[in-house]
């Protein structure tokens, strides 16, 4: 049994947009900027932002954060028919959340050959093995995606460079 894509080209990158904007939350913060948004009915009912630093709580993803709101928007654990929008490839944990709250749709920007979990490293989503399993589409505005992530690991490291720099003129 294959499930298919209920929404438009447009309706797709509009959603990531939002979660893009969830994103760039994260990094204004110093946080890994990863975003995202769940949707049911055609409207937005949750959204969420890595918050892990902050917080110093290993759960604290985007992703996370997202199902809690729409569970509560919702008044209901389960998001049936629900579509989630995330700027990067979900993890395991995230994954078994999608799973356990039954999100019928999910759509993800970059790809995470080290962690992703739908499809890349390993494909949790998908699997007719479990007892709720989701379409998944990757690749949505993932050059914009991909540049958030890029652009924010760059400027870690050149910060760790330049205090590097900077301690070792303050030896001198």
């Not at 928007?73 to 389960?78: D, E, K």
């Not at 920007?109 to 962690?115: N, R, S, T």
Request: net charge negative; with cysteine; hydrophobic share 35%.
């Amino acid at each position: 049994m294959e499930k298919i894509s209920t929404l438009t080209q447009g309706e797709k990158e509009y959603y990531m947009q939002e979660a893009i904007k969830e994103a760039q939350k994260a990094g204004a913060q110093k946080e890994v900027p990863i975003g995202a948004v769940l949707v049911l009915d055609g409207k937005i009912i949750g959204r969420g932002h890595n918050l892990r630093e902050h917080t110093q709580d290993a759960t604290a993803h985007a992703e996370m954060f997202a199902i809690r709101e729409a569970c509560r928007q919702a008044g209901s654990w389960r998001l049936e028919k629900s579509q989630l929008f995330v700027t990067l490839e979900p993890c395991a944990m995230c994954s078994g959340a999608m799973q356990l709250s039954r999100v019928e749709e999910v759509y993800f920007g970059a790809y995470d050959p080290k962690g992703g979990t739908a499809g890349t490293f390993m494909n949790l989503l998908e699997d007719q093995r479990f007892n709720h399993w989701s379409y998944v589409e990757g690749g949505i505005l993932e050059e914009t995606c991909g540049s958030l992530l890029t652009d924010f690991f760059k400027s870690l490291r050149e910060a760790k460079k330049n205090a590097r720099r900077q301690k070792s003129l303050e030896k001198d």
